[in-house]
């Protein structure tokens, strides 16, 4: 049996005491913390919760928000290195995880730190299948014509647009999640965008994220 539990400061800091206990709890709620956590052996049903915890919305949602980010040291160790990475223009910097470890939330992070140092583009590889359709999906995002277009025209008009100093002054930011679906010219073309400079300042700045699938293939030949 447990011994007396501690009185709790606030309701936030309840909510994170009973959240912890229900993850290592047993399936019966009157045989677990929760009981002495909340001080109630019934269920809370939609909108209690908020209710006995004094919040304004449900806690815990399966979205990715930096409104409730927890700066725990290893993510917070990432967003800070990354954000130093690029901000010194010391090249393409590469988040490799497992699922669920929180890298789309480290990308809405990077995004709210660098916003207002460059422009953000944030991408989904999603089903990018060509060289074309990845330089199209950047001109849209960048609000630049694209409708018939093709490959060659399509670089050259982001090359155009990305090294004009009236456009984009500080450079681009480009964030690319789930990036290990990438095809291999794919990368190679992220890559070359990195080479774009303008006053000696590189035009792209390049953040990947992906699985352990993305490392493997970085370390391909075909990228040397």
Known sequence: MCGPLPTLASPRSQLVNAFSAIRQSSNNPKDSKVVK???????????????????????FSSIPDVEEYFAASTIEDARSSIVRQ???EEGPAFVVGTVGIGKTLLS????DALIHHCRVIKMTSGRLSTRRA?????LYELGVSY????????RLALIDYVTNPEHCPEGILLLVDEAEDLRMPLLDELRMMTNLMA???????????GDRRLEEKFAHPKLE
């Open 37 to 59: 956590l909340l001080g109630t052996s019934k269920p809370l049903c939609d909108g209690k919760i908020e209710q006995h915890f004094q919040l304004d919305r449900r806690p």
């Open 86 to 88: 690029i901000l010194r």
């Open 108 to 111: 809405h992070l990077l995004e």
């Open 134 to 138: 990845l330089l199209q999906v950047m």
């Open 147 to 154: 409708h018939g277009l093709d490959e060659g025209e399509a």
């Open 199 to 209: 006053n000696n300042h590189p035009c792209i700045r390049l953040v990947l994220i």
